[in-house]
C-alpha cells in the first residue's frame, strides 16, 4: 500500500494512511463525516482491509448516528462583554428551572467560546458548557440548549429515548434543532 490510498468497501470511501502508529485505527472526521484509516508500516493492505471489513456495522451505525446530530460549524460571531453577561443571566435563569422540570442537579455550569457544538454535558463530573455564540440566537433556542444539555444527566446519549424525554418538553424540538443550526 502507498502512503496513502483511498478505498472504496460496499460504497463507503475510505482514506488509508500508512503512519508510524501500533494498530490500525479507524475513525470518523466528525469535520466533514469522512472515514480514516490508519495502518501502521508492518501491517499488509489485506490485514487493513480486513480490518474495515471486520467493523462495517459499527461503521455504518456510526455514520447513521453523525446524520442525525450533524456537527455544527458556526463561524464564531463578535460578542460583546455586555452580550455575555446577557446571556449569563439568562442561563442562570433556566438552569435552576430545567433542573426542577427534569429532576436533575449540575454541578456546575460555563460559557465558553465553541466552535461546533452549542453545549457540552460531561456526565462523569455533571459540568455543564455551553457556547457564548448562543447570545445571537432565538430564546426558544437557549432554553433547548440548556434543557438538552441537562437532559444528558439523565440519559448520555442521543438514543431515542432521549429525544423522548426531550420531545416531552420540546414537541417541536427538531425546528428549534434547525434554527440553531441553520
Ligand atoms: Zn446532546
Known sequence: MLLKKTFEIDGLKI????????????????????????VPFYASEKFALEFVNNNMKWLRKTLEKIKDNPP??????????EEIEKLKHLISSMVP???????????????????????????KTKKITFSTGL??????????????????????DHSARFYAVIAK????????????NG
Open 169 to 180: 418538553h420540546f414537541p417541536y424540538w427538531k425546528e428549534i434543532r434547525k434554527e440553531l
Open 135 to 156: 447570545i445571537k440566537k432565538p430564546l426558544r433556542c437557549i432554553e433547548y440548549v440548556v434543557a438538552h444539555e441537562l437532559a444528558h444527566l439523565i440519559i448520555a
Open 72 to 81: 455544527v460549524l458556526q463561524n464564531l460571531p463578535q460578542i460583546s462583554k
Open 97 to 123: 428551572v430545567w433542573e426542577f422540570r427534569l429532576g436533575v442537579n449540575a454541578k456546575a455550569w460555563k460559557l465558553r467560546k465553541m466552535k461546533s457544538r452549542w453545549g457540552t454535558c460531561d456526565i
Open 15 to 38: 482514506e488509508a494512511e500508512r503512519k508510524r502508529v501500533r494498530n490500525v485505527r479507524l475513525y470518523i472526521s466528525s469535520k466533514d463525516q469522512q472515514i480514516h484509516l490508519t
